[in-house]
Antibody, heavy 120, light 113 residues
Framework: EVQLVESGGGLVQPGGSLRLSCEVS????????MDWVRRAPGKGLEWVAR??????????EYAASVKGRFTISRDDSKHSLYLQMNSLKTEDTAVYYC???????????WGQGTLVTVSS | DIVMTQSPDSLAVSPGERATINCKSS????????????LSWYQQKPGQPPKLLIY???TRESGVPDRFSGSGSGTEFTLTISSLQAEDVAVYYC?????????FGGGTKVEIK
């Protein structure tokens, strides 16, 4: 059974940092693109970052709103995806989901999400 | 960036009636090499993560009830719930995965009338 479990969310002050983790099971992490998607309170879904799979060199891509502040990475040996978030702003407050990208099908598996609150 | 525009923002439908949600993309999401539209639909219920319903604009994900159907091509797409059930109350999103940045529509909240 495929499972994705996020952790690491919490309350942080503006300008602070936080690292989110997503532990996966039930499939080989290196075979898949993995993404972070967020949903701010009262808003819709927003794509944040992508880590391509091993065959595509683990290339990363970012939304303009987080580029230069957030870093996506993975450790396939630990079955884990990460999102390092620096210079956090109040507008980064959201539930953050890790999601598995199915080949040419969209996101077929999602974690339950972890809440990040940026507030003084 | 490809902008995804959904309409309406919300709708209330009587049980057993049809619900229709529209999604327009600012440019075509049809991949000519594969002849597929890189457009998916998700359902998100309160307190839950999104769930993939439809991909390639019209292919149902495994396990999704057949009352859910998708149609359209190029830049205009539709999600139809043929006979609304109480458990279908949720927010629905379209998403293009033709190019990064991946983008979602603003969401349509479906309620029971």
């Amino acid at each position: 059974e495929v499972q994705l479990v996020e952790s690491g969310g919490g309350l942080v002050q503006p300008g602070g940092s936080l690292r989110l983790s997503c532990e996966v099971s039930g499939y080989t992490l290196s075979d898949h693109y993995m993404d972070w998607v967020r949903r701010a309170p009262g808003k819709g879904l927003e794509w944040v970052a992508r880590s391509k799979n091993k065959i595509n060199g683990y290339t990363t891509e970012y939304a303009a709103s987080v580029k230069g502040r957030f870093t996506i990475s993975r450790d396939d040996s630990k079955h884990s995806l990460y999102l390092q978030m620096n210079s956090l702003k109040t507008e980064d407050t959201a539930v953050y989901y890790c999601a598995r990208a199915a080949y040419l099908r969209g996101f077929d598996y999602w974690g339950q999400g972890t809440l990040v609150t940026v507030s003084s | 960036d490809i902008v995804m525009t959904q309409s309406p923002d919300s709708l209330a439908v009587s049980p057993g009636e049809r619900a229709t949600i529209n999604c327009k993309s600012s440019q075509s999401v049809l991949d000519s090499s594969k002849n597929e539209n890189f457009l998916s639909w998700y359902q998100q219920k309160p307190g839950q993560p999104p769930k993939l319903l439809i991909y390639w604009a019209s292919t149902r994900e495994s396990g999704v009830p057949d009352r859910f159907s998708g149609s359209g091509s190029g830049t205009e797409f539709t999600l139809t719930i043929s006979s609304l059930q109480a458990e279908d109350v949720a927010v629905y999103y379209c998403q293009q995965y033709y190019s990064t940045p991946l983008t979602f529509g603003g969401g349509t909240k479906v309620e029971i009338k």
